[in-house]
C-alpha cells in the first residue's frame, strides 16, 4: 500500500487519518467507519475533485462525505482557493452546454456563464506566493527556490509558510504552491532543487492583485517588486563618467565614528566543546503593543553626505525615518525600540533595542565588481554568516558603467550572485538605480513593521551570551522550534560584531587561506576545521617528508585528508595542490 504522501488524494485523506486518529483516541464507535474510509481511500488511485464523489468507495456515506465537503471548503477560504464545483452541478452544467440536439432549429444554446478571473484571497498562502514570486524580473528564467521564495512572501501571508498552524496538522500556507502548480499560474522544474516561476497566466493573476483596493492601501498604491527588480539601465544615465574600475574607488565622504562602544558588552568566553554546554535560560518576553520597528541606516553605507542626505529625504517621503548610525556590520538592518527604556534592564539585558532577524547589504555594480577583485566580497559574506541574522537580503543597484568593464566581469559577477544565493542562501535584489533601493527599503520596512509589531519577541538574555556560544545557541534554538525567533539586544549584537572584527589567530588562517583562489569562507572553514593553525597547517605539511614523494604527498594532503567533504564545499586534487604550493613550498 502506497504512503500517504504517494495518495492520489494527500489533503482529503489526511483529514480522514485526523478524524481517525481523533476517534481512536476516544474508543468511540466511529473509529471503523473512519479506519474503513482512510483504508480505501489510501489504497485508490483515483483522483476526485470533489468529496462527494468519493461515495463511490467503501467506508464513504453522505454524512462523512458533507463532513469533508465542509473541511474543503473551509480549507478553500482559509487559503484562496476556489471551491471544487458539486458533481452534479458540473454535469448539470455540462448538459446545458451541449444542448438539445432535438430542439426545434434556431433555439439558442444557454451559453455558460464566463468565469470570473482568478485572484486570491487577501493574505492567503497563494496571494503571498503570487506576490513572492513577482519580485523577480518578468522576462527571468532562473526562477526562485523555495527558501527564496518564503523569504519574500512571508511579509504577505497571516499564516506561515513553514509552521503548520495547528500542532496535529501538517500542513502550511506552502501547500497553496500545488494549486498555483494546478491552475499553471506557477511551472516547476529542477531536480533535486526545484525552482518556480510565474506564468503568463500567472503574472496576470499578480497584476490583478495589485489592481485590488486591499493592496494598494496596504503598499500606498506603489508599483510593487516587477518595476524595483528591473534589470535595465536607467533611461537617463548617472552624471559624469563611467567609473574605472581597474583602480580603487574614490573614499567616501562619510562621518567619522569611533571605536564601537560596545565592544565589552558580552565576553569571549570559552570554547563550546558541545551541545551540552549551551546555557538553558527564561526569554524575555516583550508582547505586542510594547515596541515599534525601525529602520537603521549605515551613515557609511553611501559614497557621500549628498548622497546620504538624498536617502533620508527620500525615505522620509515614503514615511520611514531611518535611524543613522555607524553598523557594525551590514548597510541597513531592523531594530524593535521599546517604550519602556529600562525594561531590558530589569530582565538580563540593556538598552531599549532589540536586533531583528533582517539585514542588507547594498552594493553598486561597480562596488560588487571591486569587491570581488579584492576579495570583500568573500569577506563581507563570511562577517554576515558570523552575525547569526537570518534573513539576508543582498540588493545590487545595477547602475550604468561601460560595456567593455561589463563584459569582462559578467561571469565573475554572475558566479559571485548565484554563489550568494545557491551556497550562502541570501536573497538577491536587483534594482536599476538608488531611488528603486530607496523604495524597497521603504515598503520592507512597512512590511516588517506589520509582521513583528503584532508578535511576542523572545530575547536572550545578555548575560548568558559569549562569542563563542553565540552561534551554536542559535542555531540549537531554531532546530529545536523553528516557528519561534529568539533576538538580542542591539548593544549585544554590536558588541558580538565588533568582535568579529577583532582578528583572532582562527580569523587570521581563515583570511590566509581564502586568499588563495578557489578558497571559499565554506572550504576554509572545513580546512581550519582539520588543523586549527597556521603553525598546525605548516606542520602537517613538513610531516610528508622532501623529495619527490614528499612533494607528491603535499600536493595530495588537504584532498586526501578531506576526502569526505561534498558538494561545494569538496576540495578537488587540483585545488588541493594549489594549496599546497602556497602553505608547503610542493
Known amino acids: 500500500m502506497p504512503d500517504d504522501a504517494d495518495c492520489a488524494n494527500p489533503q482529503l485523506l489526511a483529514w480522514v487519518k485526523e478524524w481517525f486518529d481523533v476517534a481512536r483516541e476516544r474508543n ?15 489504497a485508490c488511485p483515483l483522483v476526485f475533485q470533489h468529496p462527494a464523489e468519493l461515495q463511490q468507495l467503501k467506508g464513504f456515506g453522505p454524512k462523512l462525505c458533507e463532513r469533508l465537503t465542509a473541511q474543503l471548503q473551509k480549507h478553500c477560504q482559509q487559503h484562496g482557493q476556489p471551491m471544487p464545483e458539486h458533481p452534479q452541478v458540473r454535469k448539470a452544467a455540462e448538459r446545458a452546454q451541449q444542448g438539445d440536439d432535438d430542439g426545434a432549429a434556431g433555439k439558442r444554446k444557454k451559453t455558460a456563464r464566463k468565469p470570473k478571473p482568478y485572484v486570491p484571497a487577501f493574505r492567503s498562502g497563494a496571494y503571498a506566493l ?20 518564503i523569504e519574500v512572501s512571508q511579509p ?62 496596504e503598499n500606498k498604491g506603489e508599483a510593487d517588486a516587477a518595476q524595483q527588480t528591473s534589470r535595465q539601465v536607467p533611461d ?24 564601537s562602544p560596545y565592544q565589552n558588552v558580552v ?81 538580563g539585558a540593556e538598552g531599549d533595542e532589540i536586533v531583528l532577524d533582517w539585514i542588507v547589504e547594498r552594493k553598486r555594480l561597480d562596488d560588487l565588481i571591486g569587491s570581488i577583485k579584492d576579495g570583500r566580497f568573500h569577506e563581507q559574506k563570511f562577517r554576515l554568516r558570523r552575525s547569526g541574522v537570518k534573513k539576508v537580503i543582498y540588493i545590487i543597484e545595477d547602475i550604468s558603467i561601460d560595456a567593455a568593464t561589463l563584459q569582462r566581469y559578467e561571469e565573475s559577477v554572475q558566479s559571485a550572485i548565484a554563489s550568494t544565493q545557491v551556497v550562502s542562501g541570501y536573497f538577491v ?37 559569549t ?38 589567530l582562527r580569523d587570521v588562517f581563515l ?55 561534498v558538494g561545494r564545499t569538496k576540495i578537488s586534487k587540483p585545488l588541493g595542490q594549489k594549496i599546497a604550493e602556497v602553505w608547503g613550498d610542493a
Open 429 to 465: 535584489k536587483r534594482t536599476a538605480k538608488m531611488d528603486d533601493t530607496i523604495k524597497y527599503l521603504a515598503r520592507l520596512t512597512a512590511m516588517l513593521k506589520r509582521d513583528y509589531e503584532r508578535k511576542t519577541l523572545s530575547v536572550i538574555p545578555t548575560h548568558v551570551l
Open 267 to 347: 565576553a569571549e568566553g570559552p570554547l563550546i566543546p558541545g551541545d551540552g554546554a549551551l546555557p538553558d535560560f527564561a526569554p524575555i518576553r516583550l508582547n505586542p503593543g510594547s515596541f515599534t520597528v525601525h529602520l537603521v541606516l549605515d551613515v557609511r553605507e553611501v559614497r557621500a553626505k549628498t548622497d546620504r542626505d538624498y536617502m533620508q529625504e527620500e525615505l522620509a517621503k515614503q514615511g520611514v525615518k531611518p535611524i543613522m548610525r555607524s553598523l557594525e556590520v551590514g548597510d541597513a538592518q531592523w531594530i524593535a525600540k521599546l517604550h519602556d527604556p529600562d525594561l531590558l534592564a530589569r530582565h
Open 130 to 149: 503570487v506576490l513572492g514570486l513577482s519580485t523577480q524580473p518578468e522576462d527571468s528564467t532562473t526562477g526562485m527556490t523555495k527558501t527564496e521564495i
Open 511 to 565: 583570511k590566509m587561506l581564502m586568499t588563495t583562489r578557489g578558497v571559499t569562507g565554506e572550504r576554509a572553514l572545513e580546512i581550519q576545521k582539520r588543523w586549527k593553525t597556521p603553525y598546525e597547517f605548516v606542520k602537517a605539511f613538513e610531516a610528508c617528508g622532501t623529495g619527490e614523494l614528499g612533494r607528491k604527498r603535499k600536493r595530495e594532503l588537504v584532498s586526501t585528508e578531506l576526502d569526505h567533504l
Open 236 to 259: 537617463s544615465p548617472q552624471p559624469g563618467p563611467a567609473p574605472r574600475l581597474e583602480s580603487p574607488p574614490p573614499q567616501p565622504e562619510v562621518l567619522q565614528t569611533q571605536p
Open 467 to 504: 562569542a563563542q556560544n553565540y552561534l551554536p545557541l542559535l542555531g540549537r534554538l531554531r532546530e529545536r522550534d523553528p516557528s519561534v525567533g529568539y533576538y538580542i539586544s542591539y548593544p549585544a549584537f554590536a558588541s558580538l560584531a565588533s568582535k568579529s572584527e577583532m582578528m583572532t
Open 28 to 42: 468511540s464507535k466511529g473509529a471503523t467507519v473512519y479506519r474503513n474510509a482512510y483504508e480505501s481511500l489510501k
Open 156 to 217: 504577505h501571508c497571516d499564516a506561515s509558510f513553514t509552521a503548520p498552524p495547528d500542532p496535529t496538522k501538517f500542513y502550511t500556507a506552502w501547500n497553496s504552491m500545488k494549486t498555483l502548480v494546478q491552475k499553471e499560474l506557477v511551472y516547476e522544474r529542477g531536480r533535486p532543487l526545484r525552482r518556480y516561476a510565474l506564468t503568463d497566466d500567472g503574472w496576470d493573476v499578480a497584476k490583478r492583485i495589485k489592481d485590488t483596493r486591499e493592496w494598494q492601501s
